[in-house]
């Protein structure tokens, strides 16, 4: 039996997406500590091999320290075998400065271009993996993958596509199931979509372990890596939460509110258990004519209950339908989204009949449309 963690997306050095300077600072900080967390458990779970299936550094912000600050961690395994694939957002260019550094021994980077397959005879596991460099693995690189090794579990490093994504993400490495079905490899480490996922198809396993910590809103529930064990020449593997914070995403109608200070409160209630989080707030519905939500005052009196919070206005303002002359575009227009409205339920088709609703009356009012303010 052998033991191996897998990890992808690491994304060390970047801050995750658009967050102000000091939260975009601290975040940065414990993206970076990912690395730290993933190594303390590669030993406390006495693993033989930590996969890196890509996108370990964001390429711009590799800077030399990083590089020898990740080569330290690593090197804190001893023994055990880091195995790197390099992905679409670091990938292992000439210049590169990974394809440079004097990495640790036992710290392996596979090329790009052509496919390497390592055979580590004690564990009974082969690992085939590739990089990507100037330009994506090409998919016809699928058709070259090494042939499996009997009696060996056959593990495959990438970064690419997989799953329904391989129809959809051309540029992206795509990787149809078939072609990895067919290479006969027990288990298929991925790389590249940031959420975790795993599946099984005709024998075979593919994971994505996602970024051990979410880099962005649509990044939402728990992040961490996957352990897995290989027995009896099957792989099976089990997911590690490691995440520090979530992003979280509410929405909030507020039809009927009287004022802000009534909203703050309710709004406590559910912020009370995101205190670590990054939440994004979308406030939906629609108030009285001329009621200007005052974004500020809730900003104020709600961020502090999070870690960060973004807030966001997408309220309307209330339509009666005799507001409008009898027969003119404005009337027509309101009536017939108020039957369709009132036709469903499904909350996504509501979402989309309100907006337009409210977009569509702005842009007859005064023939312009203000998607919303941000605070
Ligand atoms: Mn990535």
Excluded at 90 to 96: C, I, W
């Amino acid at each position: 039996m052998a033991r191996f963690l897998h990890t992808a997306d690491l994304h060390l050095g970047s801050a995750g997406d658009a967050l102000p300077e000091e939260i975009a600072r601290q975040r940065e900080r414990e993206i970076t500590s990912s690395l730290p967390k993933i190594v303390d458990l590669a030993l406390e779970r006495d693993v033989d091999l930590l996969l890196v299936a890509g996108d370990l550094f964001t390429d711009k912000f590799t800077t030399p320290a990083l590089l020898r600050y990740v080569n330290y961690q690593f090197g804190r395994l001893g023994n055990k075998h880091v195995l790197v694939c390099a992905g679409n957002h670091d990938p292992l260019l000439q210049d590169a400065p990974a394809a440079a550094f004097p990495w640790q021994k036992n710290v392996h980077f596979f090329l790009p271009h052509s496919w390497q397959q390592l055979a580590f005879h004690k564990l009974g596991i082969a690992v085939a993996g590739i990089s990507w460099g100037e330009l994506p693995p090409q998919p016809e690189l699928l058709t070259q993958i090494p042939a499996s090794i009997p009696g060996f579990v056959n593990i495959a490093l990438l970064h690419g596509s997989a799953g329904k994504a391989a129809q959809l993400a051309a540029e992206y490495f795509p990787l149809p199931e078939e072609s990895l079905i067919a290479s006969g490899y027990q288990y298929f480490a991925l790389g590249h979509y940031h959420n975790p996922s795993s599946w099984e198809a005709e024998g075979t396993l593919f994971a994505y372990p996602g970024s051990p910590e979410p880099l962005s809103f649509g990044e939402e529930g728990r992040h961490g890596v996957w352990l897995g064990e290989t027995s009896a020449g099957q792989v099976s593997i089990s997911f590690i939460p490691l995440g520090k914070r979530e992003y979280v995403t509410l929405r909030r109608d507020v039809t009927g509110m009287k004022s802000e200070a009534e909203l703050v409160e309710e709004l406590k209630k559910d912020l009370k258990a995101r205190r670590e989080d990054l939440v994004g707030l979308t406030l939906t519905g629609s108030l009285p004519r001329g009621f200007k939500l005052d974004l500020d005052f809730l900003k104020e009196n709600l961020e502090e209950l999070v870690f960060y919070l973004r807030l966001q206005d997408a309220t309307w303002e209330e339509v009666d339908l005799t507001d409008f002359p009898q027969g003119s575009l404005r009337q027509l227009f309101s009536q017939r989204l108020a039957e369709e409205l009132a036709n469903t339920q499904d909350p996504y088709r509501r979402k989309t009949l309100e907006l337009a609703l409210r977009y569509g009356l702005e842009a007859l009012a005064r023939g312009t449309v203000d998607l919303g303010g941000e605070a």
